[in-house]
């Protein structure tokens, strides 16, 4: 089982990189969202890019290097489609991934410009901001 967040946006994800996330994705995994955000559809591209690394998104756990290998992934495709599309709003994404064992997180901003989203967080009883 795993849990998926995301805090940000895909840059003009409506607009121009939607319909090539959807068109990319297997019916298992086109079938996953359940409404429009740019979240669910994220989601599922991550739940394909798992599938393609031959991980079961299934599965009750993953090895940690498998999490983030697919974290990169699906970012780095989102960057294509953006790039092929003239995309020039930039696209936030605070994601983070977890099968309840591991945790992939990410603060990442696809502009080189503005700055990346905040991202807090604890271990314990203690609370840390991550940085570039």
């Not at 974290?71 to 960057?79: E, G, V």
């Amino acid at each position: 089982m795993l849990l998926f967040q995301h805090n940000g946006g895909v840059g003009d994800f409506n607009e121009k990189i939607k319909r090539k996330l959807q068109n990319a994705l297997d019916d298992v995994y086109f079938a996953v969202p359940q409404g429009n955000t740019d979240s669910e559809w994220v989601f599922a591209l991550l739940l394909q890019t798992l599938h393609e690394l031959g991980a079961d998104p299934l599965a009750a756990s993953f090895d940690h290097r498998v999490l983030r290998t697919a974290m990169l992934n699906t970012i780095a495709k989102l960057n294509l489609w953006a790039k092929a599309s003239g995309v020039e709003t930039p696209s936030l994404l605070n994601l983070c991934l977890s099968d309840g064992r591991s945790v992939v997180a990410t603060r990442y901003v696809s502009s080189r410009e503005d700055e990346a989203a905040s991202l807090y967080f604890s271990t314990g009883s203690s609370c840390a901001s991550a940085t570039r």
